[in-house]
């Protein structure tokens, strides 16, 4: 089976500064897909960016990149110029090409931004 | 707004009780998945419908069922309830493009407190 570890439980950063989520996997399989979902008080679950892992170049979306190391197993988030919008969990997610669309997700960072 | 409408917000009841959640999927989304979120297990997968059909289960309890009716919404019984079952529970839909790429849209999600 499939595990996602989110080593840091919390992690704050200044206000239009630059913050990295850590995100590791474990998987036998070659072909999958990554995600980071953020969890705003509202509760409700965003998705942020996706990686496809037949893909070497990394994702980016505005603000947000990320560094997929697929040999070593790793994908983390890089929120560049933080906003106070931007506090909230960050969840990372791992979907195997083949089993459907289910997501395992990991334990969750919590971001904090300072103003 | 994510088109995914989950009903009811907020639920609070005794042990030993049953209740029903609802969800409400995008309008076009044949899959739904049930996921539960707890201080204590983090996010994890319960069960998926695909156009009225199981189509994957996860750690779904055998006091939890499921089911997706012809107009693609679908409910998540929990019977005999537990303190432990208090947790955030979660209704996602996708839909054929997304089946490929791995978003899931959720729901707000509903809050089940059990007495």
């Known amino acids: 089976a499939q595990t996602v570890t989110q080593s840091q439980p919390e992690m704050s950063v200044q206000e239009a500064e630059t913050v990295t989520l850590s995100c590791t996997y474990d998987?036998?399989?070659?072909?999958?897909?990554l995600f980071w979902y953020k969890q705003p008080p509202s509760r409700q679950m965003i998705l942020v960016i996706r990686q496809e892992a037949y893909k070497q170049q990394n994702a980016t979306e505005n603000r947000f990149s990320v560094n997929f190391q697929k040999a070593a197993k790793s994908f983390s988030l890089k929120i560049s110029d933080s906003q106070l919008g931007d506090a909230a969990m960050y969840f990372c997610?791992?979907?195997?090409?083949?089993?459907?669309?289910?997501?395992?997700f990991g334990g969750g960072t919590r971001l904090m931004v300072k103003p | 707004d994510s088109g995914v409408t989950q009903t009811p917000k907020h639920l609070i009841t005794a042990t030993g009780q049953r209740v029903t959640l609802r969800c409400s999927p995008r309008?076009?989304?044949?899959?739904v998945y049930w996921y539960q979120q707890s201080l204590d297990q983090g996010l994890q997968f319960l069960i998926q419908?695909?156009?009225?059909?199981?189509?994957a289960k996860g750690n779904i309890l055998e006091r939890f069922s499921a089911q997706q009716f012809p107009d693609l919404h679908s409910e998540l019984n929990l019977s005999s309830l537990e303190l432990g079952d208090s947790a955030l529970y979660f209704c996602a839909s996708s839909t054929g493009t997304s089946e490929y790429t791995g978003e899931l849209f959720f729901g707000e999600g509903s809050r089940l407190t059990v007495l």
């Open positions: 309008s076009g989304d044949l899959s």
């Open positions: 997610a791992y979907r195997s090409a083949r089993a459907g669309n289910m997501l395992t």
């Open positions: 419908y695909y156009n009225g059909e199981e189509r």
């Open positions: 998987t036998s399989e070659s072909d999958y897909y």
